[in-house]
């Protein structure tokens, strides 16, 4: 059974950035084909999804964030993480990770979201 | 404001059917498939539907997906108190290269 764990500061000073790492366990972050994902939930409101990597190392990353986010993974560490820059307490949010299980074919992308983290909540703040 | 579109609330009473509807557009629903995600309260989201209608193992089969066109719609029969949860939907945007989700639905069992 895969599991996911999100870790990092649960408070960040506006400017700064958000760092925050997933640890996978329950099987290889390297192994079979599935992209590894953020997605954050502002109190109250919806899902929003940040981006995800392959597990070949290829990133697709949310236009809205694009300039600001990076999505690294160190298979050494069966781990993913996620820098977000220039935070504003507009990324205060529950961030979760997650297993991303699409594949596209010539019909378009199937599949979808099989596993999350609990989520943790980062709070924008001076 | 959400590129897919949901009704932010719905109701039922327990052993009704009630459905959700999702809509899109061409770039995104009417190109992929879509996925369904249930939230119950204080906990992540679980996948409840994926590839337009595919139970993942362990999903009740009073749980239904369908999508024509660039809309798709959850159906829930024999509806209980423990469905009462957030519901969305989800798919790839191909304009955008990104995944988008509705705003979600607010279900509540009366």
């Known amino acids: 059974q895969v599991q996911l764990q999100e870790s990092g500061p649960g408070l960040v000073k506006p400017s700064q950035t958000l760092s925050l790492t997933c640890t996978v366990s329950?099987?290889?972050?390297?192994?079979?084909?599935?992209?590894w994902s953020w997605i954050r939930q502002p109190a109250g409101k919806g899902l929003e999804w940040i981006g995800r990597?392959?597990?070949?190392?290829?990133?697709n990353y949310n236009p809205s964030l694009k300039s600001r986010v990076t999505i690294s993974v160190d298979t050494s560490k069966n781990q993913f993480s996620l820098k977000l820059s220039s935070v504003t307490a507009a990324d205060t949010a529950v961030y979760y990770c997650?297993?991303?299980?699409?594949?596209?074919?010539?019909?378009?992308?199937?599949?979808?979201?099989?596993?999350w983290g609990q989520g943790t909540l980062v709070t924008v703040s001076s | 404001q959400s590129v897919l579109t949901q009704p932010p609330s719905a109701s039922g009473t327990p052993g009704q059917r009630v459905t959700i509807s999702c809509s899109g557009s061409?770039?995104?629903?009417?190109?992929?498939?879509v996925n369904w995600y249930q939230q119950l309260p204080g906990t992540a989201p679980k996948l409840l539907i994926y590839?337009?209608?595919q139970r993942p193992s362990g999903v009740p089969d009073r749980f239904s997906g369908s999508k024509s066109g660039t809309s798709a719609s959850l159906a829930i029969s024999g509806l209980q108190s423990e469905d009462e949860a957030d519901y969305y939907c989800a798919a790839w945007d191909d304009s955008l290269n990104g995944e988008v989700f509705g705003g979600g639905t607010k279900l509540t069992v009366l």
């Open positions: 329950g099987g290889s972050i390297s192994s079979g084909s599935y992209y």
């Open positions: 997650a297993r991303d299980a699409s594949y596209y074919d010539s019909s378009g992308y199937y599949g979808g979201v099989d596993y």
């Open positions: 590839s337009n209608n």
């Open positions: 990597i392959y597990t070949s190392g290829s990133t």
């Open positions: 061409s770039s995104n629903i009417g190109s992929n498939t």
